[in-house]
């Protein structure tokens, strides 16, 4: 059996040890421990050490700045240890300094070791679903951090509801005709900048009938034989990319509904000649076009020096 592909921000590198969340005077211990690690989240951006080379900054208590216990999230052990995300709102200055830089994980994930970039989109993923459920979806009440940090419960009593992380699952894929594969742009891109097909999963919609629907609606193109090939948390803000290929049924290329300003073939030479501009190497996208040019011309799409990816960086 081949192994499973793992992109960037995927893999096991957490221990979540959920059992843990309801365990109050465990977490109290492991908040005030030295040994216990913190992850800062200053907005939507992560610490990183980019000398010598890129890293995670993880922090221990004495490090932070002062904040309240109800704003730390349990993650689980990374490397053995406790490690929590803590969250700080990008409406005052960056709270941590000389430890590094505050930089959009979305650029600088591939950059990274792949367990730091995995513990920081977690990270991210947490903060980010926290700050957009302080107050009750029910009755409009506030809500506080409870299970360490995993679900936020409405503080109303005759209300009590509880609200759970939630990721919006998204299809993304390469259809192909064998020679050629199919990517599309938006007019908001960078000039050049193509991508495979996406879109989010509607209610009622299986992830294969996404797919047959988000192409044919984006590009009028008929598809058939879907492979899956991998996924990819994407916590932009909170997306879980699942990743197919596909081949094409149909050849003539439209964009009936607008979302795309175009969509085109391309062929490996096309990719090797720089034309298109490709998505970032940290995305599941890349992943999907490099896996396709690598088996049509048994080379490394990354490698290869006439490629051309966004952004301008290996």
């Known amino acids: 059996m081949t192994p499973p592909h793992i992109n960037v921000f995927a893999g096991a590198y957490v221990d979540r040890i959920s059992e843990r ?9 492991a908040l005030t421990s030295e040994q216990s690690l913190f992850v800062p989240i200053w907005g939507t951006q992560s610490l990183i050490q980019h000398e010598p080379t890129p890293t995670a900054v993880l922090l221990d208590r004495a490090s932070l700045p002062a904040f309240g216990d109800h704003r730390a999230i349990f993650l689980g052990e990374f490397s053995g240890t406790a490690t929590f995300a803590v969250g700080f709102g990008d409406d005052v200055p960056a709270p941590i300094g000389g430890y590094g830089a505050f930089t959009d994980l979305r650029f600088s994930g591939s950059l990274l070791p792949r367990h730091d970039a995995g513990l920081l989109a977690y990270a991210r993923a947490m903060v980010w679903w926290q700050d957009r459920h302080r107050y009750c979806g029910a009755c409009g009440a506030p809500t506080k951090p409870t299970s360490a940090g995993h679900v936020m419960t409405c503080t109303n009593q005759s209300c009590n509801t509880d609200c759970f992380p939630r990721v919006d699952p998204a299809i993304i894929v390469l259809v192909t005709d064998g020679e050629r594969a199919l990517l599309g742009r938006q007019a908001s891109w960078p ?40 996924s990819q948390p994407w916590p932009f803000p909170s997306s879980l990319m699942v990743g197919f290929m596909a081949k094409a049924a149909s050849h003539d290329v439209k964009c009936p509904d607008g979302e795309l300003e175009d969509a085109r073939w391309f062929s490996p030479e096309d990719f090797a000649a720089g034309r298109p501009v490709l998505p970032p190497v940290t995305s599941i996208s890349f992943s ?27």
């Open 21 to 29: 969340r309801k365990d109050s005077a465990w977490q109290a211990s």
């Open 191 to 230: 000039i050049g900048r193509y991508s495979t097909i996406a879109g989010f999963v509607e209610p009622g919609e299986s992830f294969e009938d996404a797919v047959i629907r988000e192409v044919r609606e984006e590009t009028n193109i008929k598809v058939s034989h879907l492979q899956y090939h991998s």
């Open 288 to 314: 999907l076009i490099a896996h396709w040019y690598e088996k049509c011309s048994g080379q490394s799409l990354q490698q290869t020096p006439g490629a051309q990816i966004w952004p301008a960086q290996r």
